[in-house]
């Protein structure tokens, strides 16, 4: 099992970039499915992105084209590159690791984008 530490977010305005990053102590990192979800107040978390252990991503409809998720298994980082940045994109952002039937979560960080 792993232990995520999230970092990066921030505030800035409709139409910027920020690049999150999620850094994982523990073993076996490469072996592990990654993922990005975020939480706006008063909603349900949902899934933003997704990358396997062999590097197949998948996105929610609403980042597609605008948010690219990227692991370096060397530095056992997985980051969340996320363009053209809109106000409904403003939550909670949560980094989550699974293999093996483990589930790992950090402990999120705020994402606000003001118009």
């Known amino acids: 099992q792993v232990q995520l530490v999230e970092s990066w977010g921030g505030l800035v305005q409709a139409g910027a970039s920020l690049r999150l990053s999620c850094a994982a102590s523990?073993?076996?990192?490469?072996?592990?499915?990654m993922g990005w979800l975020r939480q706006a107040p008063g909603k349900q978390r949902e899934l933003v992105a997704r990358?396997?252990?062999?590097?197949?991503?998948n996105y929610a409809d609403s980042v597609k084209g605008r948010f690219t998720i990227s692991r370096d298994n060397a530095k056992n980082t997985v980051y969340l590159q996320m363009n053209s940045l809109k106000p409904e994109d403003t939550a909670v952002y949560y980094c989550?690791?699974?293999?093996?039937?483990?589930?790992?979560w950090g402990q999120g960080t705020q994402v606000t984008v003001s118009s």
């Open positions: 990358i396997t252990s062999g590097g197949s991503r």
């Open positions: 989550n690791a699974v293999w093996l039937g483990y589930d790992s």
């Open positions: 523990g073993r076996m990192f490469s072996m592990h499915a």
